[in-house]
């Protein structure tokens, strides 16, 4: 569920008499707010144990039993409005309304951020809090990469999919976990094309990819063809015999790479520059030359060259 309700606290306080109060938890998952046992990780940010509501009750299960037990299971089930304005634990679609989604709809909730930690495509998962998540829906969504078959068992299975709304997302499947299901992470638009770069092929749908991520690969193309000798790992002398065998092949190589990297630098990156200025200034002038709300559309400050 997108919202706490009462109905959920009561399965919270009521939770299996074989667990500790402190490991039976409302966490947020892929589809939302439930409630989850602890012991061995959560699906995503955690709302409250059993042992919190216990604090907040005064006492045990038999609070909610009261007279008052519906209104208490209310007021837990409710936030302060400093720490949730709209009055709810309610999380917001992807564009930040608040609207419910139709019955119909199969949505996923994000709740964390995931990039690269280094150059070997090993990924990095930060968990966000709960009133950073939001959700979107999957039948609208449209997935670039698909996870490596059997990698599952190996601990840990992604996949690479693009929202309605132009997010990159990451789904994570992992084994021991705890919970059932995936984890859904925001991947940034930078994080996305780089990991897009060093990707194996064959996982990648290609017929799917947006500009940005058929950039990265079209590089990632390029570099390939770029042919460096391998020399064997014998011993010293060996090597020096292969070298001389592989020189002009070598030489070959180098000199493409030069003139890559000259056309690059001093075309191409200038192209791209010339478009990303010509794009503000058409975001400037919708905006009837307002520097500060061009800026907040563009993601930088007023004072940016770019606007001036």
Request: aromatic share 6%.
């Amino acid at each position: 569920m997108l919202v706490v309700t009462a109905d959920m606290i009561c399965d919270l306080v009521n939770y299996n008499p074989g667990l500790e109060a402190r490991e039976v938890a409302i966490a947020l998952g892929e589809q939302g707010w439930d409630v989850c046992v602890t012991v061995n990780g959560t699906p995503g940010p955690v709302l409250m144990t059993a042992e919190d509501a216990y604090a907040f009750l005064g006492g045990g299960s038999e609070m909610l039993d009261e007279e008052d037990g519906d209104e208490l299971a209310e007021a837990l089930a409710t936030p302060d409005p400093k720490d949730a304005p709209c009055g709810a634990y309610r999380i917001p679609r992807e564009d930040g309304s608040l609207g419910e989604p139709d019955p119909e709809v199969d949505y996923r909730v994000v709740a964390g951020e995931m990039s690269l930690a280094d150059e070997f495509n090993d990924l990095d998962e930060q968990g966000w809090d709960w009133d950073e998540a939001w959700w979107f829906d999957l039948d609208r969504a449209t997935r670039l990469v698909e996870e490596i078959p059997g990698a599952i068992d190996r601990g840990a299975a992604y996949e690479l999919w693009l929202t309605e709304g132009g997010s990159y997302v990451v789904r994570t499947r992992s084994i021991g976990a705890g919970h059932p299901g995936s984890q859904w992470s925001y991947m940034p638009a930078e994080e996305a094309s780089r990991w897009m770069y060093r990707l194996e092929d064959d996982r990648i749908d290609h017929d799917a990819l947006p500009l940005l991520m058929r950039a990265a690969r079209n590089a990632a193309e390029l570099v390939e063809q770029l042919v460096v000798p391998e020399l064997p790992a014998i011993d010293p002398q060996a090597r020096r015999a292969a070298a001389r065998q592989r020189e002009d092949q070598a030489a070959e190589t180098f000199e493409q790479a030069r003139v890559l990297s000259e056309l690059l630098r001093n075309t191409v990156l200038a192209d791209i520059k010339q478009a990303r200025f010509e794009s503000a200034r058409v975001v400037l002038r919708a905006h009837d030359g307002d520097r500060n709300a061009a800026g907040d559309v563009l993601g930088i400050a007023a004072t940016n060259k770019l606007l001036q």
